[in-house]
């Protein structure tokens, strides 16, 4: 009876031999801090995907009567008309996670017209001035490349709470995540600063001019073989001016020999 026990649990031993190994094998290609911190981010993501997969769930199962006039949500304040609240996201254009969660969270909003998304990289903005915006909050632009920034109304809220004010204008259940305000803000802000550090390692980056904000402008879209065309023939021209400058930097150094 002893052996057949032993037998049963070999499997489920075997399993957990194989964490630590694992983490061995991280830490000596990694070191290991740099180990730890990923079992830290990786565990961190792991609970927001399965919290992320239940409210799709609930949302899924409650989409019937959300059509419903008694169930049916409103954005409050409103997003538009003439008590129209101001609603920006400001978020990292290069980063690969940041712009997967914008495009996410596009596609669960109320009210889709009512918030503008901009990175902060985008000084030519139509729709936004990031200056603007950092003149009037003094904002620092090393907070920006830090975290997600949002203004709601004359209120800036910074990181985890950005997300969490982002979701207060979702479908739901999504605003539930206000939930996570039990936390302390130390907390909050200590867990979301963990990811944001190591966004770049785990997600890579992508082209400024290919963040998911740059097709949420209908004329955009609509011309977007327009607006291609005019971004290529600028590079290119760029790319000349460039040549042009090094090849009379030549001739300079030349005529100085």
């Not at 989409?63 to 419903?68: A, C, F, G």
């Not at 739901?172 to 936390?183: D, E």
Request: aromatic share 12%; glycine share 4%; with cysteine.
């Amino acid at each position: 009876a002893v052996e057949k026990e032993r037998r049963k649990m070999e499997p489920s031993t075997v399993l957990l031999a194989l964490f630590p190994a694992a983490f061995l094998v991280l830490a000596a290609k990694r070191g290991h801090v740099q180990a730890w911190t990923d079992v830290f981010v990786g565990s961190i993501l792991a609970v927001l995907l399965f919290i992320v997969f239940i409210f799709e769930a609930l949302r899924f199962v409650t989409y019937p009567l959300s059509k419903t006039i008694l169930f049916r949500r409103k954005l409050i304040p409103p997003g538009s008309g003439p008590r129209k609240h101001r609603r920006i996201v400001i978020f990292d254009g290069i980063c690969v996670l940041c712009n997967k969660f914008g495009g996410f969270v596009y596609g669960r909003l109320l009210e889709q017209s009512a918030v503008d998304w901009v990175p902060f990289q985008d000084k030519l903005n139509e729709h936004v001035n990031v200056d603007t915006i950092v003149k009037e909050f003094k904002i620092s632009p090393a907070d920006l490349q830090d975290r997600i920034c949002v203004v709601s109304g004359k209120t800036l809220f910074w990181g985890a709470d950005a997300v969490i004010e982002i979701c207060q204008w979702c479908k739901w259940p999504y605003p539930m995540a206000s939930v996570g305000k039990i936390l302390p803000s130390p907390m909050r802000d200590a867990l979301y600063r963990t990811v944001a550090q190591e966004r770049y390692k785990w997600f890579g980056t992508q082209p400024l001019d290919q963040n998911f904000a740059k097709y949420l402008c209908p004329y955009y879209y609509i011309n977007k073989k327009a607006f291609d065309d005019k971004a290529k023939k600028q590079a290119l021209e760029a790319e000349e001016k460039r040549k042009k400058a090094a090849k009379l930097n030549l001739k300079k150094d030349a005529k100085d020999d």
